[in-house]
């Protein structure tokens, strides 16, 4: 339980902080989101596992950038019928329309916490790599609603490194997972503010604090 302690600084006034947000799209009207630049590291840094035939949620854009001529076939996933992008429409939590064990790496960012049986999913990403390929998802600590998810699917989770941990071990081994939590309050104060990557220094995105998991990045390998 946390416990409250008194400060030599509780009775000083509060910095005058605005009770609206600068941005409420997540910054992306200033720049670049300052989650996106923790996930575009992330991808850059296992730009060698997005490789064979490649499924991305929504979207291609990651597959084309970090894949390149390793891709040799690209899919994109998406929940229902509708989407210009979407080449396969299925359901992470059944499995219904996805195709098992066919791909070497499934690009997963920020989806998992818009399905409200998680771990179902989570077990539903593993179903559909082969065996030896990769997921490379990323996952919520902090952030605000997402008003366009909620009235589709719902806005369910956020995560911490432990429970993110936890979630994927059940179903890939604990030997198969990585799991990777970044950010400061500084990332994630500008992020609920609505402000872009690029109006924080280098200093403030790399610096990293364990109290607060702003975003958590996962590799698994599916194992034979």
Request: contains cysteine; glycine residues 8%.
């Amino acid at each position: 339980m946390r416990l409250r302690r008194r400060s030599q600084t509780q009775d000083a006034a509060l910095p005058n902080l605005p009770a609206e947000p600068i941005s409420r799209l997540f910054g992306a009207d200033r720049g670049k989101p300052i989650d996106r630049w923790y996930i575009e590291r992330f991808l850059a840094e296992h730009a060698a596992d997005v490789r064979g035939r490649v499924l991305e949620v929504a979207e291609s854009t990651y597959t084309g950038w970090y894949g390149g001529d390793r891709v040799t076939s690209s899919d994109v996933l998406f929940a229902a019928e509708g989407s210009a992008n979407a080449t396969i429409v299925g359901d992470l939590t059944t499995g219904d329309g996805i195709p098992d064990s066919a791909f070497d790496c499934f690009i997963c960012t920020q989806t998992l916490q818009f399905i409200y049986d998680v771990r179902a999913a989570v077990a539903g990403t593993r179903a559909l790599l082969a065996p030896g390929g990769v997921l490379l998802a990323t996952l919520p600590g902090i952030s605000q609603i997402s008003r366009e998810d909620m009235r589709a699917w719902g806005d369910w989770w956020r995560f911490t490194a432990r429970s993110a941990e936890r979630l994927f071990v059940e179903t890939y081994g604990s030997e198969n997972v990585e799991v990777r939590r970044h950010g400061n309050v500084a990332a994630a104060a500008g992020f609920l503010y609505g402000l872009a990557a690029e109006e924080l220094d280098t200093r403030q995105l790399e610096s990293s604090d364990a109290d607060f998991h702003f975003l958590l990045t996962v590799r698994a390998v599916a194992p034979p």
